[in-house]
């Protein structure tokens, strides 16, 4: 029957306690609600974010529900000022996780027995290839050869090979997804048994590589349940190196370390003693094959609600079997299909725990969280977050099962009780509509993502990541085009550009009195509007495209400010960028820095510390020099004094190269002086220099730009060194042709001299022709036949130009 669902009640702040007028997306009342926290004072917010399951490589799908958890755990803390508790969950056991730390250990046994791919071993593989052919791709015929694989697949599946549905009517979808990941999976283990076929020198492990995948199913359906139980370090040496990886990843996107993490195996004995009670209560059952399943009946009997998230979803098979697991799918003891596995009777092969009510067993799925959240946060927490895919029946089975336990209990209702206040639900990541699944092995790891390239740069920095999930909805799929990411590189590379204006601006003022700010400047009217937009916008749900596009604005204000001929309003202009510098923190888009660094811009604008004084100094001098000499008005006095001027910081390891060159250049600057003539040229040269390759070689790159501007002092980054390369080897590439074309056209005068050298009655003397005239122009061919009338024309015609050859090599001989 059809769950009657409850009124959400809206939290009230005690009086006297002020709140922001934050509005929250609350996916348990699909409307936005306004923020209130169970702490009185409205300051301490408790949150409950479900981690990771860590049996494979995180990737970009993951990143997308992360990275948006963490922008909006950022935005809580450091924008709203909440004292934040982040609990998360690492789930290191469950039916996956099973499988395929089972799979992994079977295939290492099989390969530490198998260390050559001799006959035996071929047999074996071959034999597991042709399972995974008739379990997976059924309409490849049962006779197909790995040789005459790739043939029957494109004939049994071409429709979902050209993109389509399977049957071609419809729009492909999952089903179809995974038939092309179980053809590449195959034709891969194909090619490897025929590589091995060919060839008995090919190395193992090049062949393995291949046809590993094949034989993970295949050993674990013949030794799988052959698995010691009660040996947990197979499957934990699985979760302890995968979660290692995850937190690494975490890492590089910059996603900030829960406060709290709970695993599923540390908390076994207490998921029991919570399912004891909720079996006390009634509202569980035990069965004879040892199993303990949730009862959703009478849950409901008693007035509470079931599958408040998504409603519709409710007696969905497919979703409840896939919360359930692939290992339960057979379990038929269930009163309901609908109800849910509190605990799993172990069967073999699979990791145990020892339970005095129940016997040897694990956990179900979704029982892990329930007991987690609740023995670190209590009956109630404000936030519990997750990606969309869990709504049903993950969290609606959390809430359910959590709810029964707390029923009746002290401070809690007696129906219907509050487990969690506000439900987040991240979007999907997708690619081309399709979204990325570890099942699916369409994904690309967050790791290769942020790989650096051949040409220097990542496909991805964690940067880029960010940049992209701020200009989308937290809550809404994200579909990564080339479009997208053109607007996430132009917003990064527009703020770039600003940053490092006003860094140059604030270290240049440093020495002058800075003018103060004028409430009625229009850069000071678009900074007051861009705060308030921005409030506006993080107060209705985390409204981040608004705030991102708020700040693109203010920036086009800036840098008309800085362009304009009028008095820049210098005190307002480093506002605007310090503001800034503190909202891009807050993002998470500023590295490790707090949202309180007094340090203005992102990573990558600023020169190192060190540098800084020395650097901007040198900077000057060289601007001096340089208008000078593009002048034609150079004042050897005026620069004399120049190159007196002493480095402005004293030589230290840190700082000792940019000093070097400080003197260096005042060195070069004298001695030009005393030239008679071309001292513009000679300084040009040196200006260049410096820029080119003394400070390029330190990662300083002066940017000149047009008369009064001074240069902008920049680091470098990937994508200039990158760009420079890139020149580089274009004009390399011009030299290198020219020279090949000079050698060409050397070659052929060479040859042509060589060849005028020769008598016109002596060309054509070869064994290819039988009979010559008086000239020597063939007449026969070998065979005795005429030559061909059209071939004794072309070659008179050769025999002429030969003549005229021959003759100016003799006059020139003369």
């Not at 020198?201 to 010691?228: M, R």
């Not at 069967?347 to 339970?355: H, N, Q, T, V």
């Not at 219907?416 to 570890?438: A, C, D, E, P």
Request: charged share 25%; proline share 5%.
């Amino acid at each position: 029957m059809a769950s009657k669902q409850p009124t959400w009640e809206q939290p009230q702040a005690l009086p006297g306690v002020e709140l922001p007028a934050l509005q929250i997306y609350n996916s348990l009342t699909r409307k936005k609600n306004a923020f209130v926290p169970l702490d009185p004072a409205g300051k301490k917010v408790t949150w409950y974010a479900c981690g990771p399951t860590v049996y494979d490589i995180a990737h970009l799908g993951h990143a997308r529900n992360y990275v948006s958890t963490d922008i909006i755990r950022r935005i809580l803390k450091h924008y709203f000022a909440f004292d934040v508790k982040f609990v998360m969950n690492i789930t290191d056991v469950d039916d996956k996780i099973i499988v395929r730390a089972r799979q992994r250990y079977l295939l290492s046994q099989f390969k530490s027995k198998h260390l050559t791919f001799d006959d035996a071993t071929f047999e074996e593989t071959h034999a597991a290839w042709k399972a995974y052919v008739s379990k997976n791709l059924g309409l490849v015929p049962a006779e197909t050869t790995t040789g005459d694989f790739k043939t029957a697949t494109d004939l049994a599946y071409k429709n979902v090979i050209e993109g389509k549905s399977l049957d071609g009517t419809t729009t492909p979808s999952e089903k179809e997804a995974k038939i092309k990941m179980h053809i590449r999976t195959a034709q891969a283990a194909a090619d490897g048994l025929e590589t091995s076929r060919a060839s008995k020198s090919t190395p193992p492990n090049e062949i393995y590589a291949k046809v590993d995948d094949v034989l993970l199913s295949y050993l674990d359906d013949l030794h799988g349940s052959q698995i010691d139980a009660t040996d947990h370090t197979i499957f934990v040496q699985l979760t302890q190196h995968y979660e290692k990886l995850f937190f690494e990843d975490m890492h590089a996107l910059n996603v900030l370390d829960p406060d709290e993490i709970t695993r599923v195996t540390e908390y076994v004995p207490q998921i029991n003693t919570f399912v004891e009670k909720i079996i006390e209560k009634g509202f569980a059952y035990e069965t004879e094959e040892g199993n303990v399943y949730f009862d959703i009946d009478s849950f409901e009997k008693v007035g509470n609600a079931y599958c408040r998230l998504e409603p519709q979803n409710r007696g969905n098979e497919e979703l409840i079997k896939d919360g359930e697991g692939g290992l339960s799918s057979k379990r038929g003891d269930k009163r309901s299909k609908n109800d849910f596995a509190l605990i799993k009777k172990s069967k073999a092969g699979e990791p145990a725990w020892p339970s005095n009510r129940w016997g040897p067993s694990r956990p179900g799925w979704h029982i892990e969280c329930s007991v987690m959240a609740s023995a670190v946060l209590g009956p109630t927490m404000d936030i519990h977050s997750g990606g969309v895919d869990l709504m049903f029946p993950h969290h609606d089975n959390e809430l359910a099962q959590s709810e029964a336990y707390w029923l009746g209990e002290k401070g809690c209702a007696s129906s219907n009780h509050t487990w969690v206040r506000y439900f987040l639900h991240m979007g999907h990541l997708s690619i081309q509509g399709q979204k990325m699944s570890k099942s699916l092995k369409n994904f690309t790891s967050i790791r290769e993502a942020l790989t650096v390239g051949e040409d220097g740069i990542p496909a991805w920095t964690s940067r880029m990541v960010r940049l992209v999930l701020l200009l989308g909805s937290w809550k809404d799929g994200v579909e990564i085009t080339e479009g997208l990411v053109s607007i996430a590189k132009g917003w990064e590379e527009k703020i770039t550009n600003f940053f490092l204006k006003a860094v140059d601006i604030e270290l240049s003022s440093k020495d002058t009195t800075i003018s103060q700010s004028s409430p009625s400047s229009p850069l000071s009217i678009a900074f007051d509007k861009a705060k308030k937009e921005t409030d506006e916008a993080l107060c209705d749900s985390f409204n981040t495209p608004l705030v991102m596009q708020a700040i693109s604005n203010l920036v086009t204000e800036a840098n008309t400010a800085i362009s304009s001929d009028s008095t820049t309003d210098t005190a307002t202009l480093l506002s605007v960028a310090h503001w800034i510098t503190r909202m891009i923190t807050i993002f998470g888009l500023n590295g490790t820095s707090s949202p309180d660094t007094a340090t203005l811009g992102w990573e990558g604008v600023s020169i190192p510390t060190p540098a800084q004084p020395v650097i901007y100094r040198l900077s000057q001098i060289r601007d001096e020099v340089r208008r000078q000499a593009r002048a034609k008005a150079v004042v050897p006095e005026e620069l004399e004094k120049l190159t007196l001027q002493p480095s402005p910081a004293t030589p230290t390891p840190e700082n000792q190269s940019y000093v070097t060159a400080y003197e260096t250049f005042q060195s070069q600057i004298k001695t030009a002086l005393t030239q008679s003539s071309g001292i513009e040229t000679e300084l040009l040269r040196l200006c260049d220099s410096l820029r080119d390759t003394v400070l390029w070689d330190q990662d300083i790159y002066l940017e000149d730009r047009d008369a009064p501007l001074p240069a902008l002092v920049r680091p470098l980054d990937a994508s200039m060194k990158a760009a420079r390369a890139a020149r580089e080897s274009a004009a390399q590439e011009k030299i290198l042709a020219k020279e090949r074309r000079l050698a060409e056209e050397a070659a052929k005068k060479a040859a042509a001299a060589e060849k005028a050298k020769i008598r016109p009655q002596d060309i054509f003397k070869t064994d290819e022709f039988a009979e010559w005239d008086d000239n020597g122009v063939p007449t026969k061919l070998k065979s005795g036949e005429d030559l061909p009338k059209s071939r004794k024309k072309k070659l008179e015609k050769e025999w002429k130009a030969q003549k005229v050859a021959h003759d100016k090599w003799k006059s020139e001989q003369k």
